[in-house]
T-cell receptor, first 115, second 114 residues
């Protein structure tokens, strides 16, 4: 069974640019969540996708958007990058959207640096 | 809103020492509680969990008990190893409905010296 795979592992972008991060969920998982982890902080919830629909969002502006595909893989898009967007972006998958007590399976993350 | 407060680090111990990392939470209802571990350069791995009051989660010698009366979920291990060096995150997830997100503490860096 494969785990959660994220790409790329590292990325450097310039302020104002746009970026797309990708995530392949674990086999059998239909739910994907994205988290932002700033240096020295705990992960912060960005949003969650269940069966290709966004079904929850944290306190992030609309320039953070996402997609989920029929194979349950997902993308995180960030427009108009700001310096404070520099962080580790983590993708997590789960076999259900809500009411489950499973811990999520996390990927290794994409380290985004905005200069 | 929901929040998790955990012991500030870093924590430095010698091998075979006893470990405690404190975690307290604020949430409505009856959340599920988790400990995740993050090794250098890696994502988060679920270490253990508890879903109701007085439940004890355990894994790899680590234990934590869900204490509703003190809203706590402290992580303990009787004898740490060098390989336990990592960042540990306490997290909660509300139960039921669409309350699916994990709320994390800031993390505690543990370094175990031989």
């Amino acid at each position: 069974e494969t785990g959660v795979t994220q790409s790329p592992t590292h990325l450097i972008k310039t302020r104002g640019q746009q970026v797309t991060l990708r995530c392949s969920s674990q086999s059998g998982h239909n739910t994907v969540s994205w988290y932002q982890q700033a240096l020295g902080q705990g992960p912060q919830f960005i949003f969650q996708y269940y069966r290709e629909e966004e079904n929850g969002r944290g306190n992030f502006p609309p320039r953070f958007s996402g997609l989920q595909f029929p194979n349950y893989s997902s993308e995180l898009n960030v427009n108009a990058l700001e310096l404070d967007d520099s962080a580790l972006y983590l993708c997590a998958s789960s076999p259900g959207a809500g009411g489950t007590n499973y811990g999520y399976t996390f990927g290794s993350g994409t380290r985004l640096t905005v200069v | 809103g929901d929040s998790v407060t955990q012991m500030e680090g870093p924590v430095t111990l010698s091998e075979e020492a006893f470990l405690t990392i404190n975690c307290t939470y604020t949430a409505t209802g009856y959340p599920s509680l988790f400990w995740y571990v993050q090794y250098p350069g890696e994502g988060l791995q679920l270490l253990l969990k508890a879903t109701k009051a007085d439940d004890k989660g355990s894994n790899k010698g680590f234990e934590a008990t869900y204490r509703k009366e003190t809203t706590s979920f402290h992580l303990e291990k009787g004898s740490v190893q060098v390989s336990d060096s990592a960042v540990y995150f306490c997290a909660l997830r509300r139960s039921g409905g669409s309350n699916y997100k994990l709320t994390f503490g800031k993390g505690t860096l543990l370094t175990v010296n031989p």
